[in-house]
């Protein structure tokens, strides 16, 4: 089993940028891992898949809505997967989470943390 414990969200003006951290404890992002993703959640709203990291090749992929403005990288040393947020907008207002999938299908997701961007 692994606990993913996201950090880095807070209250930011538009325009603004944040990094969010996605660190792993228990069980770390290894070989096992299929890929680390972003989700968000608005008040109200579905949580919507912000984007992910495919680990073997380190692939990316990003929503439409956050494509160019938003990045995901990992660390595997530190077994941290991060989220840089940049050019944030008022519609970025939401929970974020992360969550792995490990090559078998179990999902793991962690508590969230909260952005809030004022205009």
């Known amino acids: 089993q692994v606990q993913l414990e996201e950090s880095g969200g807070g209250l930011v003006q538009a325009g603004d940028s944040l990094r969010l951290s996605c660190a792993a404890s228990?069980?770390?992002?290894?070989?096992?891992?299929?890929?680390v993703s972003w989700f968000r959640q608005a008040p109200g709203k579905e949580r919507e898949w912000v984007g992910h990291?495919?680990?073997?090749?380190?692939?990316?992929d990003y929503a439409d809505s956050v494509k160019g403005r938003f990045t995901i990288s990992k660390d595997d040393a530190r077994n941290t997967v991060y989220l840089y947020l940049n050019s944030l907008k008022p519609e970025d207002t939401a929970t974020y989470y992360c969550?792995?999938?490990?090559?078998?299908?179990?999902?793991?997701w962690g508590q969230g943390t909260q952005v809030t961007v004022s205009s």
């Open positions: 228990g069980r770390t992002f290894s070989t096992y891992v299929y890929a």
């Open positions: 969550a792995v999938d490990f090559v078998g299908g179990k999902r793991y």
């Open positions: 990291v495919r680990w073997s090749r380190s692939l990316t």
